[in-house]
């Protein structure tokens, strides 16, 4: 008879909180979830470096979580290279942090999670930005196929210019948003033709704008909102609607009004990044979500004067 399989670990908030409040196994968790496999070089991508810290025969007094690359002899720790990297602030807050982030879903501000971890506002501001950032894909997976929504939604200070985000949804799939001043051929046209498939059927409403951008291969229906029609069903059953374009904004609106209170055109692609990522994401518990969050740190790291707003 054979022994069964250890069930995985669910990482939610209560498990982060009861079991990985300790440095050593909140460092042990992130290095595990971004090495899967095992610890990888981030300068040159050797597969097998060597740990300095805890060696019985090492004469050198190292800090916990330390390696060296048996190829280009470079140190590093699991912090290199991702959002990590430089910051002094304790592995099981970074857990704590991503963990409340991913179970949040209408957004946790920045002053709540400095009241939550113990650590100053502008600390907590600049862990969220961080963790925004990693939320970003670097490389988006296909195009988007079968029943697509378009819409777009206002965002910015009141009685100024306000700044439109577009927001792609395919049905039961991704969303896919971008940062605009005005719908026009060249900055929409381009983003849906990158990012539709062909075959695909577009839904929008009444906007005659989305009717004279030329997609190759690509239905278009529409519903009329100032008449009051807001979903329509056709022939063979299937239905058309941008609920699911409704759905997102309504989600991204209420996080600004409810958390943020106040978000700067500068900074709203990372706050569309986080809200997408949920999105996204929704099909899964918040113990996955977690795991997929830390697993896309790589590559994602981000400076402080990087997030400052140009005056």
Wanted: charged content about 25%.
């Amino acid at each position: 008879m054979t022994n069964p399989l250890p069930e995985k670990p669910e990482y939610n908030l209560a498990t982060i909180v009861a079991e990985y409040s300790d440095e050593d196994k909140a460092r042990g968790l992130l290095e595990s979830l971004r090495w899967p496999n095992g610890a990888v070089c981030p300068h040159c991508g050797e597969s097998k470096p060597y740990q300095i810290a805890g060696r019985p025969d090492s004469k050198v007094k190292a800090r916990a979580g330390l390696y060296k690359c048996c190829k280009c002899r470079k140190q590093f720790t699991f912090k290199v290279g991702t959002i990590f990297e430089d910051s002094k602030i304790p592995c099981s807050k970074w857990c704590m942090a991503i963990a409340l982030i991913c179970s949040s879903k209408k957004a946790l501000s920045s002053h709540q999670l400095h009241r939550m971890l113990g650590i100053t506002q502008k600390t907590a501001w600049f862990m969220n930005h961080r963790i925004r950032h990693a939320f970003k894909p670097l490389i988006q997976s296909g195009k988007l196929g079968g029943e697509v929504e378009i819409d777009e939604g206002f965002f910015g200070v009141k009685n100024k210019p306000k700044m439109q985000v577009v927001a792609l949804i395919e049905r039961g799939g991704e969303v896919r948003t971008k940062i605009i001043d005005r719908i026009s051929h060249r900055n929409v046209g381009q983003f849906m033709r990158d990012n539709i498939a062909r075959g695909s059927t577009l839904n929008t409403d009444g906007n005659p704008r989305y009717k004279t951008l030329y997609l190759p291969a690509v239905k278009h229906d529409s519903v009329n909102h100032s008449q009051k029609e807001f979903i329509r069903e056709r022939a063979d059953g299937s239905k058309v609607h941008v609920n699911h374009c409704e759905s997102y904004f309504s989600l991204l609106k209420r996080g600004i009004t409810g958390a943020f209170h106040h978000i700067s055109t500068e900074h709203l692609p990372r706050y569309c990044d986080e809200f997408s990522f949920r999105w996204n994401t929704r099909f899964l518990t918040d113990g996955e979500r977690f795991e997929k969050a830390v697993a896309m740190v790589e590559g994602k790291r981000l400076k402080y004067r990087e997030t400052i707003t140009p005056a």
